[in-house]
């Protein structure tokens, strides 16, 4: 029988021929220490600050990188007030480099230093480090802005491998620079150096836009890189009224020249920013832009409404008409 045949079964039956074999889950508690030997342990995996740490630098070509926008209805004109004041920044820089130790020992101990204008911690060249380009500043704003200029041209350089000497202007003593830089065939026109400053601007801040306009926080968007407020605007020689009626229109309490300021005002007052024939006359052209103003373009360069003719009811009574005989 049945019963008969199970009670000769002399030990445990294999395994089912059916179900899996069953194994002990490392949840639950091994019975001895020997029942681990097949536990898989996984490596631990580098953080990311330790791989970015230790990552090779990437070889960047300024050419290769794609250009920011400048969103500015001025924008070529910022651009190159902007370049303007890289090129005194390279001046600056170059007349350093050309002093005599006497000269940097003396202006070292009126805290000027290589990075850029202003006066920094006074030191004594040769004996003690460069302190940190600090400048001092009456206004916390135009500190920003030279500090900034200082920090975008090292990046440059130090990444781009783009000599300070490149932002100098098309001149005997600028092309003498390059060239003493070994940066040739590289005339310092202000149109080919506004598309390199954008390209800059997008690797250096990640981001495809920028603004020189300084709007409040609450109107600043995420994709928009702002130049400190007023960095376009350091040479009023060299500011136009539109331009300045251009930050104005954004932010009336953007940092600029008091007569700048006076004549970007009465420009706004007259509405010549809402008439198409003044913008036109004063904007740069299309062509000369870094910036698609596509937007701005259709607002301000639509046709005006023609006039109306007053109504017949409205004409003055001239009285009966006379008649020739």
């Known amino acids: 029988s049945f019963a008969a045949a199970g009670s000769k079964i002399a030990g445990p039956l294999g395994p089912s021929p059916v179900?899996?074999?069953?194994?002990?889950?490392?949840?639950?508690?091994?019975?001895?220490?020997?029942?681990?030997?097949?536990?898989?342990?996984?490596?631990?995996?580098?953080?990311?600050?330790?791989?970015?740490?230790?990552?090779?630098?990437?070889?960047?070509?300024?050419?290769?990188?794609?250009?920011?926008?400048?969103?500015?209805?001025?924008?070529?004109?910022?651009?190159a007030n902007y370049v303007t004041k890289l090129n005194e920044l390279a001046k600056w820089r170059g007349k350093w480099d050309w002093n005599t130790p006497e000269k940097r020992k003396a202006r070292s101990r009126k805290g000027n230093v290589r990075e850029g204008p202003g006066k920094c911690a006074e030191w004594i060249y040769g004996v003690d480090e460069s302190p940190p380009y600090v400048p001092l500043a009456k206004e916390q704003g135009y500190q920003a802005i030279d500090m900034q200029a200082s920090e975008l041209?090292?990046?440059?350089?130090?990444?781009?491998?783009?000599?300070?000497?490149?932002?100098?202007?098309?001149s005997e003593t600028g092309n003498a620079a390059r060239q003493r830089a070994g940066f040739y065939d590289t005339a310092g026109f202000g149109a080919l150096r506004r598309g390199i400053l954008l390209r800059i601007v997008h690797a250096k801040y990640g981001l495809r836009k920028c603004s020189f306009t300084a709007p409040l926080e609450l109107y600043k968007e995420d994709d928009v890189y702002y130049f400190p407020d007023g960095a376009a605007f350091g040479r009023g020689d060299k500011t136009t009224t539109?331009?300045?009626?251009?930050?104005?229109?954004?932010?009336?309490?953007?940092?600029?020249?008091?007569?700048t300021r006076v004549k970007g005002?009465?420009?706004?007052?007259?509405?010549?920013?809402t008439d198409a024939a003044r913008v036109a006359a004063i904007a740069p052209s299309a062509a000369d832009t870094f910036v698609a103003l596509a937007a701005a373009s259709s607002s301000s360069?639509?046709?005006?409404?023609?006039?109306?003719?007053?109504?017949?009811?409205n004409k003055p009574n001239t009285g009966a008409a006379a008649t020739k005989k």
């Open 153 to 170: 041209m090292d990046y440059a350089s130090d990444n781009l491998d783009i000599p300070f000497s490149y932002w100098r202007n098309d």
């Open 19 to 79: 179900l899996p074999a069953t194994t002990r889950s490392v949840l639950t508690k091994p019975t001895s220490s020997k029942e681990l030997k097949n536990l898989i342990i996984f490596a631990r995996e580098p953080s990311a600050t330790m791989l970015i740490r230790h990552r090779r630098p990437e070889d960047m070509y300024v050419f290769k990188i794609e250009p920011a926008v400048c969103i500015d209805l001025a924008a070529n004109q910022l651009l």
């Open 301 to 313: 360069t639509t046709t005006a409404p023609a006039v109306k003719k007053k109504p017949a009811a």
């Open 265 to 273: 005002e009465n420009y706004i007052l007259r509405g010549a920013l």
């Open 242 to 259: 539109f331009m300045a009626a251009s930050i104005l229109a954004v932010n009336p309490l953007s940092r600029m020249h008091k007569e």
